[in-house]
């Protein structure tokens, strides 16, 4: 009898993007950070997330390893997705909303489980996060895209706003003039790339 095909292993989908193992995420319930990894099957070609590892990593005893837990969910259950096919939703979807992303060599990173069905991706465009995508893997809820730099020149979107407004503190600052420093502060750092500090 062969068993080689028996199991699971961690996903390996081109769409994560570096995170095709892994996450460090945080217990909602308890606090604690532990290391979730998507299951597959093992030998399957497909990137079906059948089951989950989950191992604490905020605490380790002295000679043992850390608890591992592995969920295995049922064949009806929602959060069984394919993050491939997640992916190519996801980017017809957004090249219906935001058009020339796409095609000015924009794309969708790091498909990350954010709670329940919900998984964001990260739209990157010229080395920069400009959209992040909130998907319900079920699509029984639609996605919300959150831009958080506008695409084009440096500036444009920010309604007139002075760079003098990233001198205040923090706390008075609304959303769209953190996310306009925030935008200062890449822009003078991609500058700076490569220079001598002085």
């Not at 079906?48 to 590892?53: E, I, K, R, S």
């Not at 380790?60 to 969920?71: E, F, S």
């Not at 095609?103 to 010229?126: H, I, K, Q």
Request: proline share 7%; glycine share 12%; hydrophobic share 35%.
């Amino acid at each position: 009898m062969n068993n080689g095909g028996f199991g699971y292993e961690p996903t390996n989908s081109a769409a994560q993007q570096g995170h095709v193992s892994d996450y460090l995420l945080r217990d909602t319930a308890t606090g604690r950070l532990e290391l979730v990894t998507p299951l597959t099957l093992r030998n399957s070609s497909s990137q079906l997330f059948v089951g989950y590892a989950v191992t604490p990593t905020d605490s380790v005893t002295d000679g043992q390893l850390n608890r591992m837990a592995i969920y295995v969910l049922g064949p009806s259950d929602p959060r069984q997705i394919n993050v491939d096919n997640m992916e190519a939703e996801a980017r017809n979807w957004l090249a219906q909303q935001q058009p020339g992303f796409i095609s000015s060599g924009g794309d969708l990173l790091e498909f990350t489980p954010v709670a329940g069905n919900m998984w964001r991706a990260y739209g990157e465009l010229n080395g920069r996060v400009v959209y992040l995508l909130d998907i319900d893997a079920t699509g029984k809820v639609a996605p919300m895209l959150t831009s958080v730099s506008p695409i084009g020149a440096p500036g444009a979107g920010s309604g007139g706003l002075s760079t003098a407004v990233c001198g205040k503190p923090l706390a008075s600052l609304s959303t769209v003039q953190l996310a306009f420093c925030l935008r200062q502060f890449a822009d003078q750092l991609s500058q700076r790339e490569g220079q001598p500090a002085p």
